[in-house]
């Protein structure tokens, strides 16, 4: 045998040893049902969050990387948190800004607004203010705002978080099935690891 070969069953005997550490309950949870999922035909990790969120801000740049390097059978997927108060709140905000378009140009200044500026971006004035700098105008802002579109989206992240039964955010869920938590693995890094497993675990059963 090969040292070449040798090396590669080496290899794959630890990743299989990494991915048994991973159990269910222990590491992540298994739904009761599953969640849909906006493409039945990819393997969807969804990411819910709030703005107001300081785990959510710092998981952001480190999530941000991550999804560039998904495979393309893997869907990528934010949904705002709605628990109230503010949270719906910005929750509008997002899909206010997505439904215009300038989502990926606004999401992280959203962010660094409110926790590097402390502009809690607690009102529609403070939001038009911030998004001018986007070639976002008043009146376009309130347009989409009380659109149709924004609150039926509304509407679904509200059913998406019940289906997903989560407490707190960020959280991950993989094919609408597995909800991943940063308390259960102990941090950010090990969250996206616990992602990339279940999503082979998903990707193997097709």
Not at 169 to 180: F, S
Request: with cysteine; hydrophobic share 45%; proline share 3%.
């Amino acid at each position: 045998m090969t040292a070449g070969l040798l090396w590669l069953l080496g290899s794959f005997a630890l990743l299989q040893a990494q991915e048994a550490d991973y159990q269910a309950g222990e590491h992540y949870i298994v739904l009761p049902a599953p969640a849909t999922t906006a493409d039945p035909e990819k393997i969807e990790v969804a990411e819910l969050f709030w703005y107001g969120c300081g785990h959510c801000f710092q998981f952001d740049p480190i999530i941000s990387e991550w999804k560039g390097s998904l495979a393309e059978d893997v869907s990528f997927r934010e949904v705002p948190a709605m628990f109230g108060g503010a949270w719906n709140t910005h929750a509008q905000l997002f899909y206010t800004v997505e439904s215009l378009g300038k989502l990926e140009e606004t999401h992280s200044a959203i962010f660094n607004a409110i926790h590097r500026q402390n502009n809690r971006l607690a009102d529609k004035d403070a939001m038009i203010e911030l998004l001018a700098d986007y070639d976002i105008s008043a009146e376009e802002f309130n347009k989409a705002w009380g659109s149709f579109g924004v609150r039926s989206k509304m509407e679904q992240a509200t059913r998406l978080a019940k289906a997903y039964r989560a407490t707190g955010v960020p959280t991950l869920i993989v094919n609408g099935k597995y909800r991943i938590e940063g308390a259960m693995v102990g941090g950010f890094d090990e969250m996206l690891k616990v992602a990339e497993f279940l999503v082979d675990k998903e990707r193997q059963a097709l």
